[in-house]
């Protein structure tokens, strides 16, 4: 539903003896500074009028969404002006109803609350997410949401900051009454809520007060054990305050505790992050009316790992998709795969039978490349090969219907000559998927010499069809993600060869008081196969363009050989007993047997030098990554961490945390890391934008 503007942020006026307070701030309706300042005049024309209720509503596709985020920057910021605005609303002596559609998030709820009816059309979605951008609710949230659904609810919608549908949100009282249209409801609600007294939310005792300690106290415990959130123990204390010692106390303690979060790096990141999700959507030199080719069916050659998990990813979407593989029995695999997978997931009640069917169905396999000549877009997922993906661009290009896109799902290889074998390089482009594809949220979109304006701007819109986060990158090795991740690899196995252990370096990298990764480098390698990386760093090594030190990723090269190849052969950096990693005696001595070989030296690593030599080559490969132009800006660079490798979005991302520790530090680190360690290949020399940024006290979110 989309209501019209009204072209003001805010406007009052009266209809049939009705007032209507309508938000118009396009585009999801955000309570900005300019909404705080123009609600005032709004509610002083209701109640200087003789309006028998007020309707509050907005306008366009959604109710308020929350408070802008922006605003919160602001050092001066204070959720006071918006909290007394709010009682106003809920002090009227005449009804107040709120008209609901959309997102009604965060600020939005809020005000809702203080109305004393809630009507919903039934799409909308109601939730207070401030917790996903380290912030508790600064109006009020903590305090009339329990005095409307019960502390236990509250705490879970709080916590959680996972909106819920209008149904959950009647059933739960949340809100009172769902209408196609809201805003006609009010307008009856008010007529039968004449002359009875207003429900004041702030009023109200909470239901389950009783238990109050019992809810709250195992919450407190779960939120004591990640101190580095430290939003969930400050929405338990706003609660708690709320439940115990009164409403006034709670909003005291919720606006004390939403300010201190507000300027917490975990916070600052969190919100850097949002935007920079966003900011990643656009791309500089493609106009926003570029014309998008239509895309409904999909074609993607090569059942295996990626090729079925990818066929699951479109089919989720509601895309028909053609899964070819030359090998009848690798297709049949693929196959197979992916209804065990939906079958699965109806077993765990993670989706109906139905639609386990339903999505199944859209996916359809064949044997011949003839079956994805009338396809809109194909997805080329078959072995990292040159030879073989030029073979098949040229197939792709020679049968595919005019218009169609090429996209290839290469991790490593070169784009523009897979591009130019397939006859029509304006029509490729690739698309890097991450393993598991249909779970992964990243998606490298891979923009190549040629490919058409229309080409990226169509596989962008795709990408959110899908629901990826999807970041651009130029053509070079690695692309963003992985050129960062091999220099990451790199130190870590360097450290491995001097006599640290995986366990060291990775629990140094997991551990939130450092960085808080989901899986250091050694437990991903092993997880995604020693293998699948070695290959791809021997390649590198053969074509002559990767490092030619001899020493360079030994241990990987030597454990591929070995067959130690991860969680898939039960040893790899570690020895598996199940999924327990332990530490693996057998890679320890590989590694200083290498040693010897190389004639490294074994010494002692402290967490501070593990943190910095798995972090800084990032940072400085990222610096070169910017420089180069493959990345557009620096908080795409954060977006594909925090999105496809486990960075954790509370540390906004390696470029985020950069710019918090201090380029000239880092700069500084390096030199001394090549003074000790020698400067191999140059790892140590500062890339020349990093160096600016330490001259000039520059920060990468400048940029
Ligand atoms: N404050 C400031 N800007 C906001 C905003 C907010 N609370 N919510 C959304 N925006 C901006 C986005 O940055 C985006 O701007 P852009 O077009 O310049 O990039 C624009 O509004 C549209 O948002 P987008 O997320 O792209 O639209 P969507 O339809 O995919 O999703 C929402 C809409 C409301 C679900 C989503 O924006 C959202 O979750 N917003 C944040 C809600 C929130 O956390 N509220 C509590 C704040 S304390
Ligand atoms: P895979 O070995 O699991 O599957 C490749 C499939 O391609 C096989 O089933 C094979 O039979 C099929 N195939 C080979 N030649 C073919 C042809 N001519 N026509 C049709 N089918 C053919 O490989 P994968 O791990 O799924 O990787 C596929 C691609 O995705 C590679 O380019 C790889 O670099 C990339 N990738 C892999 C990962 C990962 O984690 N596995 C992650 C990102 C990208």
Not at 242 to 253: L, M, Q, R, V
Request: proline share 5%; aromatic share 6%; charged share 20%.
């Amino acid at each position: 539903m989309t209501k019209p503007s009204t072209g003001q942020a805010v406007s009052f006026h009266i209809e049939d003896g009705i007032g209507f307070l309508t938000i118009d701030q396009p585009p999801v309706n955000a309570i900005s500074l300019a909404v705080i300042a123009a609600l005032g005049p709004a509610l002083d024309a209701f109640e200087a009028s003789d309006a028998r209720g007020l309707v509050v509503q907005a306008a366009g596709r959604t109710f308020v969404a929350g408070g802008d985020i922006t605003m919160f920057d602001d050092p001066a910021f204070t959720p006071a002006p918006l909290n007394a605005l709010l009682d106003r609303i809920e002090a009227s002596n005449r009804p107040v109803v709120a008209a609901l559609h959309g997102t009604t998030l965060g600020g939005g709820l809020e005000i809702a609350m203080a109305c004393h009816h809630r009507i919903a059309d039934p799409a909308t979605r109601l939730g207070l997410p401030e917790i996903t951008l380290g912030l508790i609710p600064g109006s009020l949230g903590t305090q009339r949401l329990p005095r409307l659904v019960g502390l236990e609810k509250a705490a879970g919608m709080i916590l959680g900051g996972k909106p819920i549908s209008a149904g959950d949100a009647q059933s739960i009282g949340l809100i009172d009454a769902i209408a196609e249209d809201p805003s006609a409801a009010a307008i009856a609600a008010i007529d039968t809520l004449t002359g009875t007294e207003p429900r004041r939310t702030r009023v109200q005792v909470i239901p389950d007060l009783d238990r109050a300690e019992a809810i709250l106290a195992p919450l407190r415990d779960v939120a004591a054990s990640t101190p580095w959130h430290p939003a969930k123990a400050a929405a338990i204390e706003a609660l708690s305050t709320g439940a115990t010692d009164g409403y006034d106390a709670g909003e005291a303690t919720e606006t004390r505790l939403f300010l201190d979060l507000v300027k917490t790096p975990a916070s600052r990141a969190q919100r850097h992050i949002f935007f920079a999700e966003r900011a990643a959507r656009r791309i500089s030199d493609l106009p926003g009316d570029t014309p998008l080719r239509r895309v409904e069916t999909i074609g993607i050659l090569g059942a295996g790992t990626m090729g079925a998990g990818i066929a699951m990813a479109f089919a989720n979407a509601g895309f028909t998709v053609t899964l070819v593989d030359a090998n009848p029995e690798a297709l049949d695999r693929g196959l197979t795969r992916i209804s065990q997978d939906y079958e699965r997931l109806a077993a765990r009640g993670r989706l109906s039978a139905d639609d386990a069917d339903r999505i199944t169905a859209r996916i359809s396999g064949a044997e011949s490349i003839a079956a994805l000549a009338d396809v809109d877009m194909v997805v080329e997922a078959v072995f990292e090969d040159m030879d073989l993906k030029c073979r098949v661009a040229a197939e792709l290009g020679a049968i595919c219907k005019p218009g169609a896109i090429l996209a290839t799902n290469t991790s490593t290889l070169d784009v523009d000559r897979i591009a130019q074998a397939s006859g029509r390089p304006e029509a490729v482009i690739g698309t890097h998927f991450f393993s598991p594809a249909q779970i992964m949220r990243l998606l490298e979109v891979v923009r190549a010499r040629d490919t058409a304006p229309d080409v990226l701007a169509t596989v962008m819109s795709v990408a959110s069809r899908i629901r990826k986060t999807a970041v651009v990158t130029g053509v070079c090795y690695g692309f963003i993600g992985n050129r960062m991740a091999e220099v990451y690899m790199r130190e870590s196995e360097a450290m491995q060869m001097e006599s640290a252990t995986p366990g060291q370096i990775d629990g140094v990298i997991e551990d939130p008081a450092w960085l808080g990764m989901a899986m250091g480098p050694s437990r991903m390698l092993d997880m995604a196969g020693v293998d699948v990386g070695a290959r791809t760093v021997i390649e590198w090594i053969a074509s002559g363009d990767g490092p030619q030190d001899p020493a360079y990723r030994a241990l990987c090269r030597a454990m591929f050989d070995s067959g130690a190849h991860g969680q898939k052969t039960g040893h790899g950096y570690y020895r598996y007993e199940g999924r327990t990693a332990l530490p693996n005696d057998d890679t320890h001595a590989l590694a200083a047997q290498l040693a010897r070989q190389h004639g490294i030296t074994s010494r002692d690593h402290d967490a501070q030098e593990i943190f910095e030599r798995l972090l800084y080559p990032m940072v400085n490969e990222a610096a070169l990554i910017l420089d180069e132009g493959i990345a557009q800006r620096a908080s795409d660079i954060d977006v594909v961490w925090t999105a496809g490798y486990g960075f954790p979005a509370w540390r906004g991302g390696p470029l985020f945390m950069a710019d918090e520790i201090g380029a000239d530090a880092i700069v500084a680190a390096m030199h001394r890391h090549g003074a000790t360690l020698g400067n191999a290949d140059g790892r140590w020399t500062p890339a020349p934008l990093l160096s600016r940024l330490a001259r000039e006290g520059g920060r990468f979110s400048d940029l």
